[in-house]
């Protein structure tokens, strides 16, 4: 989990303006990486679970939003990247993020009141780690969802999970990863960076 995350900005999904502040900040995070071509973003989990479905479905809504703004998105629901297949994804990505920052995307688990709540910060996050998975950190920016509680019985909670907040989190996550992407694209900040 990564809500105590140094740089850390936490909005709630049912904040009004949730859309235009989660882009506003991973502006910040993108220009602070140094980077200067379109991001690379990964979106972390598995549709097999409701509660680890926000990076899939993340992905899904997102692909057909960047495809003409040179943004490469790995972990859609038909094709997810999880723990099974991470190695093999950040193997395939290598070659992209010594120029391109990553952004990655994963649920987490959290405090009852924390619930609906989208981190953002600087630096990577780490996977797996509310189900006590050994998994490696990836990412430039991290977005983490709070999706349920976590604390005990971690893999039934991801299960039960309702579908209504990670629905609503994976569309204003990637509603403000397109905003930016437009914005910085527009202000040409982004350097050509055809893959």
Aim: net charge positive.
């Amino acid at each position: 989990m990564q809500q105590n995350q140094p740089g850390a900005t936490r909005i709630h999904m049912d904040h009004p303006l949730a859309v235009l502040e989660l882009s506003r900040q991973l502006e910040r995070y993108l220009l602070e990486t140094g980077k200067k071509k379109h991001p690379v973003v990964c979106c972390i989990g598995t549709d097999r679970a409701t509660g680890d479905s926000l990076g899939p479905l993340t992905g899904w809504r997102l692909q057909p939003l960047v495809q003409d703004l040179n943004v490469k998105v790995f972990g859609t629901v038909e094709y997810p990247v999880h723990a099974a297949n991470i190695h093999e994804t950040l193997q395939a990505l290598a070659h992209l993020l010594k120029e391109h920052p990553l952004i990655a995307i994963d649920a987490c688990l959290g405090q009852f009141s924390s619930v609906g709540t989208i981190v953002s910060h600087p630096g990577p996050i780490k996977p797996g780690s509310a189900v006590r998975k050994q998994l490696p950190e990836i990412g430039d920016v991290g977005i983490t969802g709070i999706v349920n509680v976590g604390g005990f019985m971690e893999m039934q909670v991801l299960q039960n999970t309702r579908l209504h907040i990670v629905l609503k989190m994976s569309q204003i996550i990637a509603n403000s990863i397109y905003l930016v992407v437009r914005k910085m694209s527009a202000a040409q900040i982004f350097r050509d960076s055809l893959f």
